[in-house]
Structures are given as structure tokens and as C-alpha cells.
């Protein structure tokens, strides 16, 4: 977490716009309540178009495998210090099969040594587009040895909406939702 505070409250229930709740109740239930998505409701606009990207890098229509999105989201919001993002998605990581031990090698990143081929291009990429906003021809290469041109093209909108998220999350001080607890190897970005 950047800020120990938030910049913006999330809203509550009594205080929602009709708009507000028009645009959260899009949401699936469960989602409904996440800071992320309260917090961003004070501006109604702005959460509706930001789902309609997040429908699309959470759908098929890319063709990535959700464990190798979510290994994607994971790097990407590691690279960004983003501790809400990157406590959301350690979950959904689990969920999508990934072990302790993957999601611990993804802070160390394409480095690793338990990297199959195509884990360590796609966790190049992100490495790439997090620190230069490009993907180098190599790296561009060693994907397309594992992804087809629609995933390739699909891995660099889905980094580009988390970095998008995480820049949310961390200037307006999203705080974590009930329950869950900072990684300690974030802690240190706190109060930037």
C-alpha cells in the first residue's frame, strides 16, 4: 500500500447517487462491496468504462489462459507496488492454479528458475511494458513461440488496463477489503 489512508472514502450505501448505484450494481454481487469499486464509484463515469475494459481482459475473447492472466496481473501489479491489486489476485492466482511457490517467484520475476519457456516470456513482456511501455523484438519473438498474435496483442492490453488500475489504487489510497493483510515485501512502499 502506498498511502495509509485513503485520498477518497469508498462510498456507502447511504450515500450513493442513483447513478452510483446504477453503475455498481453492473457489478457481480460479491464485488459490489470491494473498496476498489466504491472508491472509483465517486466518479460513476470513470467506473463504468473502466469495467467495460476490465470485461474485456477478464473475458476469452483474448484466448489467455486465466492462469496465465493472472500471472500477468501479478507481475504487473508487483512491478507497480500495488498491494491491493497484488492481494486480490494472489487469491484469484490460487484459484487459477498457481502455487505458493509460482506466485512467490513472480516478485523475483521472468528470472526464476522454475519458469516453463512460455511463463518466462509473458513475465518478460510484463517486465517490458511496466518499465518501457514496449516490448523488445526478442522478447516479442520468444512470445509468439507460445501465443498466437490475438494472445500477444491481448497480454499487452491486459497489463496496460492493471497499470492503469494500479495507478487508481495506489494514488487514491484504496485500502484492502475486510480480512485481508498487506505482503510484507510491499509494506516498504507505504506512505511514498
Not at 74 to 96: D, I, K, N
Not at 140 to 164: E, I, K, P, T
Amino acid at each position: 500500500m502506498r498511502l495509509s489512508q485513503p485520498r477518497y472514502a469508498p462510498v456507502s450505501d447511504d450515500d450513493l447517487t442513483v447513478q452510483q448505484a446504477e453503475v455498481l450494481s453492473a457489478l457481480p454481487e460479491a464485488w459490489r462491496g470491494l473498496n476498489l469499486f466504491r472508491t472509483t464509484a465517486r466518479a460513476p463515469e470513470a467506473l463504468a468504462a473502466l469495467l467495460r475494459v476490465g470485461d474485456y481482459v477478464r473475458g476469452e475473447v483474448g484466448g489467455l489462459a486465466v492462469r496465465e492472466r493472472e500471472l500477468a496481473i501479478l507481475r504487473t501489479a508487483w512491478l507497480t507496488q500495488s498491494g491491493y491489486e497484488w492481494t486480490q489476485h494472489v487469491w484469484a492466482g490460487r484459484q487459477a492454479g498457481l502455487s505458493r511457490e509460482a506466485i512467490t517467484a513472480v516478485k523475483t520475476g521472468p528470472e526464476a528458475a522454475l519458469w516453463a519457456d512460455a511463463d518466462r516470456a509473458l513475465l518478460a513482456a510484463c517486465d517490458e511494458l511496466c518499465r518501457e511501455q514496449f516490448v523488445t523484438s526478442a522478447t516479442w519473438s520468444a512470445l509468439g513461440a507460445h501465443f498466437n498474435d490475438r494472445q500477444r496483442m491481448h497480454l499487452v492490453v491486459l497489463v496496460g488496463h492493471y497499470v492503469q488500475v494500479a495507478m487508481l489504487v495506489n494514488t487514491f489510497g484504496v485500502q484492502l477489503d475486510t480480512g485481508q493483510k498487506l505482503d510484507p515485501d510491499l509494506a516498504r512502499y507505504a506512505d511514498a
